[in-house]
């Protein structure tokens, strides 16, 4: 075949794929506002359904961790952590379906060694509960929860006396260790003058939360982002209790927003 030939050819199944390009867009665009139009529809329909802000404390089961910086000269790590961040659920008849974006307050290890060491943690999960009881608008139910988390340790030397010597060279290190979490819970929640018809939007909730974090499988460590093999086998275990306010409908709120 002639290279005029072969350039023809190409030139015609390009001006193919682009108009197909081209016509398929109004479909992908109606196939997107039925998309979204569905999702609205089931926002739309009234449902209990809270956003709000959160507050607490963990235990974290870290003595594998400490047994090894202690084995090392370093000092142990706390293992109770305040934690913040912000939630929500939804509850379709006697399923509720939920959110949690969380951290554990960072603290810091002082002593009488060369180093300090800092321990923050994050995690993001979704909870899958049953509403066992509801009087006006005293909710409880038992949920478990999915999701993922991520340990951080930074360990730095503490020789620093003066503004001055952050010039000096310092010895530091970030260890990190993420995974799937589990998480097995309580949920209290009551929604302040609460109306049947409306399903508590725009009332104040005020809720409480008792369970346990867990982690089923070994976590693999970095440390300066490099996997080492032979960390300590630990885990962000441990049991917490949580306490939220916030607003009822907002949830659905803020889904609508994000859509739009």
Do not use: C
């Not at 010597?165 to 209290?188: P, R, Y």
Request: avoid cysteine.
């Amino acid at each position: 075949m002639h290279l005029k030939g072969v350039k023809k050819i190409f030139s015609t199944l390009l001006v193919l794929a682009v108009l197909s390009f081209f016509f398929s867009l109004p479909v992908r665009a109606a196939a997107q506002k039925v998309e979204l139009k569905e999702i609205a529809k089931f926002i739309k329909k009234k449902r209990v359904n809270a956003a709000y802000a959160i507050g607490g404390g963990n235990i974290l089961e870290l003595s594998k961790l400490n047994s090894n910086l202690s084995e090392r000269g370093f000092p142990e790590v706390s293992t109770t952590y305040l934690s913040y961040g912000v939630g929500g659920h939804f509850i379709n008849n006697k399923l509720v379906f939920g959110v949690e974006l969380l951290r554990l307050w960072e603290r810091t290890t002082t002593a009488q060694t060369e180093y300090n060491l800092s321990v923050s943690v994050k995690f993001i999960l979704l909870n899958f509960g049953h509403l066992i009881y509801q009087k006006k608008g005293l909710m409880l139910y038992p949920f478990l929860g999915a999701g993922y988390a991520r340990l951080k340790m930074l360990t730095a030397q503490n020789n620093i006396d003066s503004f001055n010597d952050i010039s000096h060279l310092q010895k530091s290190s970030e260890s990190v260790f993420s995974n799937m979490i589990f998480n097995l819970g309580f949920a209290t929640d009551y929604f302040l003058k609460y109306n049947h018809r409306q399903k508590g939007h725009n009332n104040l909730i005020i809720g409480f939360r008792i369970g346990i974090n867990f982690i089923p499988f070994n976590s693999t460590w970095k440390v300066n982002r490099i996997p080492v093999p032979d960390g300590p086998q630990t885990g962000i275990n441990g049991p917490y209790f949580r306490i939220i306010i916030g607003l009822g409908g907002w949830a659905e709120r803020l889904i609508r927003k994000a859509i739009r």
